[in-house]
């Protein structure tokens, strides 16, 4: 279920990483509670307190708040393809940090993601050709996947595509959570200080876990 509204949210990031944990143990053992979701709807109305940010692909398979086992205001939810981060991304996550006081960023990767894969296509294609704003996204993701890839053809083996997928997209996360903790002073403050924390996780979309990743 979600947060009860008389049980105060998490004070540290680690405290709001076990929450998330904890939802997405009761969504994979199918023991969510829908019902209560819309509850906390008349309450929202004039504030939000998420406890955690998510910065997470825009695949439809991936629906956050479901995923965490969190109802309305739980959680402040960034998504675009790939999860990638570009000056947006990180305004967004300064927005929440300096107005709710929110203490954990979780960049949330998952398995087969499209933006990953075209990225891949890209790298071993190069001829490929994509729109120039599909490109931009491609394009945040391409160092991820370009040492990956160099090191596949070195080795002089054929290349496993979707072993490379599967390494990119993790090779993602990796990256967005470094950008996020470098790309900004006021992020990169808070997380040096313990005030802020920043992880990567991957959803693979057959089991529904959330695996949380060393970075």
Known sequence: MSIPTSVPRPQTGAD??????????????????????MQKRPELLSEQNPFAIILGCSDARVPVEIVFDQGLGDLFVIRVAGNVVAPSQIGSVEFAVEKFGTCLVVVLGHSHCGAVTACVEAVMNPEQKYLPNLRSIVDRIRPSVYNLHEMATASGADINVEALISQSVRANVRLSVSQLKHGSRLLEDMNRAGKLLIVGAEYDLETGKVEMLET
């Open 16 to 37: 709001a990483l076990q929450w998330l944990i904890n939802g997405n143990v009761r969504y994979v053992e199918s023991l969510t509670q829908t019902e209560q979701k």
